[in-house]
């Protein structure tokens, strides 16, 4: 595998082949900072997204057990190559790694492998925990415990996964890492309606996630994404997407706060911190 590999990470429906659709299309277009700069391999699980995106619809869900590895060599306008290993895979394996505390081998070789890790997170499917955090205690009291079931809030849930993958991937101790850089994108960014930085709306939703992620690695990046640019249904075509084509559609939110379309922009970030 290369060296300039990338895991992507995110749990079921955080949009990781809807992204994978649009930049794959980015890359081959080649207009934005990385293009495609030889023959992709196993385009297969992009395919039916990408001909959904055709017809101005959403596309379905990834199969649980899916897990392939696409491979698309990409170099930049100053001539760097690099070779983007993207995963396709059903959500429910990040989910169950998580709650089983359990990483399948396969998963080892490729956290061991890649230099780099973007974490996908859809800030609008995250549970908000509640906790004295955010409750005065004086609500608190006299609430049944019994009765509730026990659930560990989202941003521990999220931490736990980073934790265990830097145990797994052998990560030599010392923080803050460098390695593996780090990436955060906020997906489906459309949604949420806010308008400041995507530090900042990382800070407001998952407070200790945020605090995590700064007081563990040396340089972490937060973007935001819409792959889309606005919603999709499965089932009833967006007329303005067909006729002037899903290429037309997205963005990403760069650290500053300022827009960009170029869907390539969150892999170029990672890749330059590799150099
Ligand atoms: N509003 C909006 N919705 C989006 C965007 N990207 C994806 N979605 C929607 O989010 C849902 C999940 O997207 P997927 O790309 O299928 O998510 P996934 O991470 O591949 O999910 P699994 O295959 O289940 O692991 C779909 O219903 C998409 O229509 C976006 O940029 N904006
Ligand atoms: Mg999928």
Request: aromatic share 6%; charged share 20%.
């Amino acid at each position: 595998m290369s060296r300039d590999s990338i895991l992507l990470l995110g749990e079921s429906g955080v949009g990781k082949t809807h992204f994978g659709a649009q930049l794959l299309r980015r890359l081959m277009k080649g207009d934005g900072h990385l293009r495609m700069s030889g023959q992709a391999t196993n385009l297969e699980p992009f395919e039916a997204a990408l001909e959904s995106l055709n017809e101005g619809k959403a596309a379905g869900h990834t199969a649980t057990s899916t897990y392939v590895d696409s491979i698309w060599p990409v170099a930049d306008a100053a001539g760097h190559h690099a070779e983007l290993v993207w995963p396709d895979y059903g959500g429910e394996q990040v989910k169950s790694m998580i709650s089983s505390r359990r990483v399948p081998n396969a998963w080892r070789a490729r956290v061991r492998e890649s230099p780099a890790w973007l974490l996908l997170i859809r800030l609008q499917q995250t549970r908000f925990g509640e906790d004295i955090f955010s409750r005065p205690l004086v609500e608190l009291r006299g609430m049944s415990i019994e009765n509730r079931e026990l659930q560990i809030s989202d941003q521990a849930r999220l931490i736990e996964l980073l934790q265990m993958l830097v145990f797994v991937g052998g990560v030599a101790a010392g923080n803050p890492l460098d390695r593996p850089r780090l990436g955060i994108l906020l997906t489906c960014w459309d949604e949420l309606g806010f308008d400041g930085t995507p530090a900042a709306a990382l800070e407001g939703r998952l407070p200790m996630l945020a605090a995590f992620v700064r007081s563990n690695w040396c340089t972490p990046s937060v973007m935001g994404l819409s792959a889309l640019g606005r919603p999709l249904s499965p089932h009833d075509r967006d007329n303005d997407y067909v006729s002037r084509g899903p290429e037309h559609f997205g963005y990403v939110v760069k650290p500053d706060g300022s827009r960009s379309s170029d869907l390539t922009l969150p892999i170029q970030l990672l890749l330059d911190g590799l150099r």
